[in-house]
């Protein structure tokens, strides 16, 4: 049973670029969260996208944005990168969404460095 | 945004050792609270979580002790293995919000 696969797993760009992170859930799940990870942080909740909509959004500006598609796979997409975007983005899946949210399952995350 | 905060930053232990993490917030209406742990190059994955309907919850040799009145709650690692040498993050949220509040972590380091 594959888990939470997310890629690229390393990337650089620079400032002003735009990037796409992909991310495919655990089988049998239907939510995918996204986070990301500043070196030394704990996760900061990004959005999460349930039912190919966005449910909920962390405090992060409208340069991330998203997409869920019918297959419950998702990607991640930030414009206009800024240096601080520097980070470690994490994709997590789960079943279920709100009060009935289950055991959220992380992938490896991707790397993305800004020049 | 960080609602909860997680001590110490970095734990050194010898094996064999009680490792001991602890973490407080701040949003009473927080009512899930998840252990991470997270191996350098992987994602977080769940090592145990609490509801604060009860005080204490063991899973082999974790145990979350959570103390509702003064808002924390803690990872105690009986018998530490350098195996477990990676990084802890406590984590909050309520039952009906979808955002996950993590502490900043813990580095523990499980010496042999």
């Known amino acids: 049973d594959a888990g939470v696969t997310q890629s690229p797993t390393h990337l650089i760009k620079t400032r002003g670029q735009q990037v796409t992170l992909r991310c495919s859930p655990k089988s049998g799940h239907d939510t995918v969260s996204w986070y990301q990870q500043a070196l030394g942080q704990g996760p900061q909740f990004i959005f999460q996208y349930y039912e190919e909509e966005e449910r909920q959004r962390g405090n992060f500006p409208d340069r991330f944005s998203g997409h869920q598609f019918p297959n419950y796979s998702s990607e991640l997409n930030v414009n206009a990168l800024l240096l601080g975007d520097s980070a470690l983005y994490l994709c997590?899946?789960?079943?279920?969404?709100?009060?009935?949210?289950?055991?959220?399952?992380f992938g490896e995350g991707s790397r993305l460095t800004v020049l | 945004q960080q609602q909860v905060k997680q001590s110490p930053q970095s734990l050194i232990v010898q094996k064999g050792g009680i490792s001991i993490i602890n973490c407080a917030y701040e949003n009473t209406a927080f009512d899930y609270f998840p252990w991470y742990q997270q191996f350098p190059g992987k994602g977080p994955a769940l090592l145990i979580a609490i509801r604060p309907d009860v005080s204490e919850k063991k899973e082999g040799r974790f145990t979350i002790s959570f103390n509702k009145s003064a808002k924390q709650f803690s990872l105690h690692i009986m018998d530490s293995q350098p195996g477990d040498s990676a990084t802890y993050f406590c984590a909050a949220r309520t039952y009906n919000n979808n955002d996950m509040r993590f502490g900043a972590g813990t580095r523990l380091t499980v010496k042999p």
């Open positions: 997590a899946s789960s079943y279920g969404t709100g009060m009935n949210t289950g055991e959220l399952f």
